[in-house]
């Protein structure tokens, strides 16, 4: 078969597998992205997490993850949930609701090679999603899937941002989509006057030491800094509000996902609940949910923090 009869193939399985969008790109080394991620590295907005600065060379060169590698496959999996929080409870980021989109994805990549080397031969390839050295949002723009917006996001015109981004390397040549030509942001900045922690920086620039996202999950330590009280707007678990505010995420519609459904307790604990939660409840709740990353200690003091009121200005 040509290239252009695998192409169609693979992208007839994405979306047999549930995938919303994919898009293909040639593999090759970053190294644009490459300086802007040293940059913004050496600028520390990267805060505690210096997992973000291991692995430098395989983040920039998909040939160093997948020895040989011809192409890059991209897909896109909407998690917009149909249903939303109780207005009042602590705020849960939408990606949170459901399942851990880890282990959905991973399964779902793992077929997709499967079908790839049952139909077309022998092809080496990985899949990766969010937690690996893969300049994602990157690949989506080079697979003409989007571009990035002011708020670090990959925007869809049909679809807005409330996507996972998947990532499949394989040694096989492909028919390459045209990269994304454009920038549909044009002058509006909804996104950074509404960041409640100014975090969102000019130039398409994300501080992440300063997102609440960044505070809730990725920052270990027992107390969130006194000069961000009062400023995360109820949220105890990651933060959606730069994509809430985004003009192009009208366009979001409901996942058909079933393991993006909301688990129970995001949709119907009230403050209350959420203050007489149990360490054992906690596990047993969302012992399959992103959630758990921020660990019990971790929700209670975001909970906590959230719950207390800002100190007066001297």
């Known amino acids: 078969m040509s290239n252009n009869n695998h192409t169609y193939l693979i992208k007839a399985w994405s979306r047999e597998l549930g995938f919303d969008y994919c898009g293909i790109a040639q593999a090759q080394r970053l190294d644009d992205d490459a300086r802007r991620l040293e940059a913004w590295l050496n600028k520390g907005m990267n805060g505690t997490m210096a997992y973000m600065a291991n692995h430098f060379d395989l983040r920039i060169d998909p040939s160093r993850l997948v020895p040989g590698a011809r192409s890059v496959i991209t897909l896109l999996l909407n998690y917009f949930p149909g249903m939303q929080q109780p207005s009042g409870a602590p705020r849960f980021s939408k990606y949170a609701y459901g399942e851990d989109y880890h282990e959905v994805i991973r399964e779902k990549l793992r077929q997709l090679l499967a079908?790839?080397?049952?139909?077309?031969?022998?092809?080496?390839?990985?899949?990766?999603?969010?937690?690996?050295?893969?300049?994602?949002?990157?690949?989506?723009?080079?697979?003409?899937?989007?571009?990035?917006?002011?708020?670090?996001?990959?925007?869809?015109?049909?679809?807005g941002s409330f996507f996972f981004i998947?990532?499949?390397?394989?040694?096989?040549?492909?028919?390459?989509?045209?990269?994304?030509?454009?920038?549909?942001?044009?002058?509006?900045?909804?996104?950074?006057?509404?960041?409640?922690?100014?975090?969102?920086?000019?130039?398409?620039?994300?501080?992440?030491?300063?997102?609440?996202?960044?505070?809730?999950?990725?920052?270990?330590?027992?107390?969130?800094?006194?000069?961000?009280?009062?400023?995360?707007?109820?949220?105890?678990?990651?933060?959606?509000?730069?994509?809430?505010?985004?003009?192009?995420?009208?366009?979001?519609?409901?996942?058909?996902?079933?393991?993006?459904?909301?688990?129970?307790?995001?949709?119907?604990?009230?403050?209350?609940?959420?203050?007489?939660?149990?360490?054992?409840k906690f596990r047993e709740i969302f012992r399959n949910s992103p959630v758990k990353r921020a660990k019990y200690a971790g929700l209670r003091r975001n909970l906590r923090f959230i719950s207390s009121p800002a100190s007066p200005p001297a």
């Open 166 to 280: 998947a990532t499949l390397i394989v040694d096989l040549g492909l028919e390459y989509d045209a990269p994304f030509a454009g920038d549909y942001c044009g002058t509006c900045r909804r996104c950074i006057d509404a960041c409640p922690t100014e975090a969102i920086l000019p130039d398409k620039v994300v501080d992440g030491s300063k997102c609440i996202s960044y505070f809730t999950i990725e920052l270990k330590d027992l107390l969130i800094p006194e000069d961000m009280k009062g400023k995360f707007e109820g949220w105890a678990f990651g933060c959606d509000t730069c994509q809430d505010v985004c003009p192009w995420n009208r366009f979001s519609k409901p996942t058909q996902e079933p393991a993006f459904s909301p688990v129970p307790a995001i949709l119907n604990f009230s403050t209350g609940d959420w203050e007489q939660l149990t360490e054992d």
């Open 115 to 159: 079908k790839i080397r049952t139909n077309i031969g022998e092809v080496e390839g990985r899949g990766f999603v969010d937690s690996a050295p893969v300049l994602e949002r990157s690949w989506a723009v080079r697979s003409g899937l989007g571009w990035v917006g002011k708020n670090g996001n990959l925007l869809n015109r049909q679809s």
